[in-house]
């Protein structure tokens, strides 16, 4: 079957530390994209990612790194400079073909809680 | 900079009984629109999406959505909800000309009571 797989699907750290979330397609996408969502804010952008090698902030890049050395992974480093990383964190991808384009994919999400 | 305003936050609704979702976007320019569904504890579900065409907007799970421009807005109807429709909904813009990255409203949460 074809998705997007987010792991873990819960995460606990403690402050000041840096973590890593996974995000895997096997869509054959080329765009991929990180969002936060906290309750009531609907979900933000964080980063994006076009192609394999290139990537753009979003709204709220602060605090937050990512690569984007394969097609099928994205992932996303929430470092310690980022004020408030508790919140539920979700991967989408998008087609590459034309119909398709403006439509994402989100995978199931992970819920990082740091204390 | 677009934006996108859900003017309820919470719809409580009887089992059977028709539901609207209300969503109004800011744009100087042309976008498409989109209706996402997210379950508890889960990723998103697109539900319906408008890029051109007819204005009605056919979905999942029994939903439609009417595009208005002149209104900037974007309802989500359903006319018999069941209990599985219990979800948080989110509606969506994404600019033409600025690819496919989209901005979301705040997202309305569907209780329905039986």
């Known amino acids: 079957d074809g998705g997007i797989t987010q792991s873990p699907k819960y995460l606990f750290r403690k402050e000041g530390q840096n973590v890593t979330l996974s995000c895997e397609q096997n869509?054959?996408?080329?765009?991929m994209y990180w969002y936060r969502q906290d309750p009531g804010q609907g979900l933000r952008l964080i980063y994006y990612?076009?192609?394999?090698?290139?990537?753009q902030k979003g709204d709220i890049a602060e605090g937050y790194s990512v690569s984007r050395e394969k097609k099928e992974s994205f992932p996303l480093t929430v470092t310690s400079a980022q004020k408030n990383p508790t919140a539920f964190y979700l991967c989408?991808?998008?087609?590459?073909?034309?119909?398709?384009?403006?439509?994402?994919?989100f995978g199931p999400g992970t819920r990082l809680t740091v204390t | 900079a677009q934006s996108v305003t859900q003017l309820d936050s919470q719809v409580p609704v009887f089992e059977e009984a028709p539901v609207e979702l209300r969503c109004n976007y800011s744009s100087s320019v042309s976008v498409y629109l989109f209706w996402y569904v997210q379950y508890p504890n889960q990723g998103l579900q697109l539900l319906l999406k408008?890029?051109?065409?007819?204005?009605l907007v056919k979905g999942i799970n029994g939903f439609e959505a009417e595009f208005n421009k002149s209104q900037t807005s974007f309802h989500l109807r359903k006319p018999s909800v069941h209990i599985s429709d219990t979800a948080e909904y989110f509606c969506a813009v994404s600019l033409i000309a600025a690819g496919n990255k989209l901005t979301f409203g705040g997202g309305t949460r569907v209780l329905v009571k039986p």
């Open positions: 869509l054959n996408h080329d765009a």
């Open positions: 990612s076009q192609i394999v090698n290139d990537f």
């Open positions: 989408a991808s998008s087609s590459p073909h034309r119909d398709l384009f403006y439509e994402q994919y």
């Open positions: 408008y890029l051109s065409g007819s204005t």
